[in-house]
């Protein structure tokens, strides 16, 4: 499909780069797009490329469902995006709330959120949240309870956001904050209580009102409601991959797991099970035309068609790493940053980007001007399929060669 008319708020191809270089990239994405579906990668996939603002591809392959149906992928498809709701949505408030002084990033959180001491966590920070360096472990089936054996065995299945913070506050450090790099959805469902609580509006209001409509994004909501179902790309049947892991640790025989293909419903179960669609690790569903005006305003610097949504100078320090020293998979605030492998080789040191879980990932390149989308439903109809990690480099790396030519 060609690039996307101006309704997007972004422009058509202009003379400053050359239609035979928009030619060169468009062919790049759609050799890489159907290779991928010829080889599984994922049943479809929507990739956007931006340049200074200008559309240089827009392209839908393959389908958005393949079970029990098939429908075709289009450039309107909306995915659940999974963890790239934590730049999008949480870090953006959260650095919205740094801009206007309402909470201090190098604070500890239990100016907060007093009870986050427990478990020898004082002397975290905001900050450290924010980087995946708090200490807090990865991931935990909060909806569930503890395994058995374990400390955590006497913790009560969580049934909501507010238990799970709870839980979480209770949970021991596993390293002390600030010296390693621990990716976090526990943090995360932290900073969204505490957009909650320090706002004084739901994660979902604040995002609508402060991000959504300044944006003008018509595509992209916590918890899409049934009339949304027809747009959206399916992910898993039922919660078949939480399942699993919840039987290797001898839990959830009798929890009333979704069996139905999820489709609109978000896939992350601590987001579903406790948030009913809305948290601060994931949740979040967009379209490629939303997140284009979403990374365009990251590169104008946090400002787009006049709507300023963080200052200049808190964009730049978003993109910085903020995690030197601390391994080769360095933090900005909220951010990924160069020396992800999932960036490739070939964008530029000031590169930011993240990945969600159900197969989507952003890469933002200041220095070429230039932003990548790519939207794939890799985890329907199962989420056994990984391919997509050694895809998003090779993707990556072909757009930016067919861009410097």
């Known amino acids: 499909m060609s690039p996307s008319p101006p309704s997007s708020g972004l422009r058509g191809v202009s003379s400053r780069r050359s239609p035979r270089a928009a030619r060169r990239v468009r062919d790049a994405v759609r050799a890489h797009l159907t290779d991928g579906l010829g080889r599984g990668t994922f049943p479809g996939a929507v990739a956007a490329v931006l340049w200074r603002g200008e559309w240089l591809a827009l392209e839908a392959l393959g389908d958005a469902q393949v079970a029990p149906r098939r429908r075709r992928m289009t450039t309107d498809t909306v995915f659940d995006l999974a963890s790239v709701t934590k730049p999008v949505a949480t870090a953006t408030a959260i650095l919205q709330l740094w801009a206007r002084r309402v909470i201090d990033l190098d604070a500890p959180v239990t100016s907060y959120l007093p009870r986050f001491a427990l478990g020898g966590k004082s002397g975290t920070t905001v900050r450290h949240l924010l980087t995946h360096t708090s200490g807090l472990p990865a991931w935990e089936m909060l909806y569930l309870p503890g395994p058995?054996?374990?400390?955590r065995a006497r913790w009560r299945a969580c049934r909501s956001i507010e238990e799970a913070v709870a839980r979480i506050c209770a949970t021991p450090a596993a390293a002390q904050p600030g010296t390693t790099i621990t990716y976090s959805d526990l943090g995360f469902i932290?900073?969204?209580?505490?957009?909650?609580?320090?706002?004084?509006?739901?994660l979902d209001d604040y995002v609508r009102r402060h991000i959504v409509r300044p944006l003008g994004l018509r595509w992209t909501r916590f918890a899409p409601p049934a009339s949304w179902r027809a747009r959206c790309a399916a992910t898993e049947q039922g919660n078949a991959f939480e399942r699993a892991r919840a039987?290797?640790?001898?839990?959830?025989?009798?929890?009333p797991w979704r069996t139905h293909l999820l489709r609109g419903e978000v896939h992350d179960g601590n987001a579903w099970y406790l948030g009913r669609g809305v948290a601060g690790h994931a949740g979040l569903f967009g379209a490629a035309r939303d997140l284009a005006r979403f990374v365009n305003m990251i590169l104008r610097g946090g400002e787009l068609n006049g709507a300023r949504i963080m200052p200049?100078?808190?964009?730049?320090?978003?993109?910085?790493?903020?995690?030197?020293?601390?391994?080769?998979?360095p933090r900005g605030l909220g951010w990924a940053v160069k020396g992800w492998p999932f960036l490739g080789a070939r964008a530029s040191a000031e590169t930011v980007g993240h990945t969600g879980f159900t197969g989507t990932s952003l890469l933002i390149d200041p220095r070429r001007h230039l932003a990548i989308i790519l939207l794939t439903n890799r985890v329907h109809p199962g989420a056994s399929n990984d391919a997509v990690r050694q895809f998003r480099p090779a993707f990556h790396d072909a757009v930016i060669e067919a861009l410097d030519g």
Do not use: C, D, W, Y
């Open 148 to 151: 058995p054996g374990a400390v």
């Open 190 to 202: 932290v900073l969204g209580h505490l957009v909650e609580r320090l706002s004084g509006e739901s």
């Open 247 to 255: 039987a290797e640790q001898g839990l959830g025989r009798r929890f």
């Open 312 to 329: 200049a100078g808190i964009v730049a320090e978003a993109r910085k790493n903020q995690t030197p020293g601390l391994g080769s998979e």
